[in-house]
């Protein structure tokens, strides 16, 4: 896990050797299938204690007053915890100390911009997922995204689709649609107007914000972190770690000022005395959030370096059939059943999955398949 192998430049291939490329692509495949793990945990442990502590909160039983309000906390909630990352990125070899002494004053500015403008960018979709969720549920804010995130993809990134990656994105938009996983924070029908201006405003800004941070990422990665040479020329774990934890920083930093700010600090002591499994509960719950977040966002962001920003968020919403199947054991809410319609979303999720890694595994064959064509016409010459 401590280099990665990602999608290297033509010159940088041809130095390697069939044998090192394939040992790198197997590290490669490794590190991708670790990284998407985290993703499905995190995602399963984020849903199921966001509806035990909304369960417990009475929120979708309280007045319009109160439905939408706690967003600022659960924002701080979601990036708050990234210290606990800090040993595991001293954890991991430092960067050669001569490329880091010779980078240029522009290259640290650089990094450093990168770094406040994602900070602030997440803490802006923190902020705008939390009350969206409230306002229009789970579901139709993933399958937003990805359509969002596609778009993106093409013009920043210059993402080439192929059709196993398109077949991959119908099927995860199927999956999510008849997939989503039932959420306690969504209030009943007649106690909000869904689907109104307001609604729809929050439910686009709030995916474009978190479309528009995943391709960020991936070019900071590569045209920042990469070309400064921080690094060496080499993708490593580390580059995951220094992202979150700086960009998470930031984040906290603005979701704190937005906490006093409007107020909402006031009434944390009146949330955790209506919580009904009391004040214990409602710290560990906040607590398990926050670090389950933690858990979500080191694999988005190890598969955003690995992969893509699409492919990353194709794996979250690939997540939502299983993590509505433990939703549905988990809780007993009304009319939540894993019927047909899930089942068929899970077969859809798993489809989905297998095109996109079909694709990734046909551009590794790929590049074996150059590297000894090469070496064979270097042979022979």
Known sequence: MEEFQGPEPRGQMMSENPRSLELNQRKWWISVFFCGFLIFAGDS???????????QDNRSESNQDRQYKGTW?????QNAAFP??????FKFSSPNPETVSNQTNNGWFRVLSLYVSLGVLVSVYSKLYALAKLYVGWGILVSTQLILTSLFSAFINRLKFNRWIIISIIFTLAADFFGS???AGTPDEDETDAYDIKAWLILIFPTLAFSLSLCLMQLGFEKVLVKTKRYGNKKVFRMVLEMQICVSFIATLVCTVGLFA???FKELKGDSERFKKGKTYYILSLVGLALSWQVWAVGLLGLVLLVSG????VVHMCASPVVALLVVLAFDFMDDDFGWQRRGALLGAVLALASYFYSLHKTKKKEIAELNKRENNNSEA
């Open 73 to 77: 906390t659960q924002a701080l909630i």
């Open 84 to 89: 606990i990352l800090i040993p595991f990125f």
């Open 262 to 264: 409007s107020g909402e």
């Open 45 to 55: 442990l984020v849903m199921l204690l966001l509806n035990f502590f909304y369960v």
């Open 310 to 313: 699409l492919f990353a968020d």
């Open 181 to 183: 996983p039932a959420f």
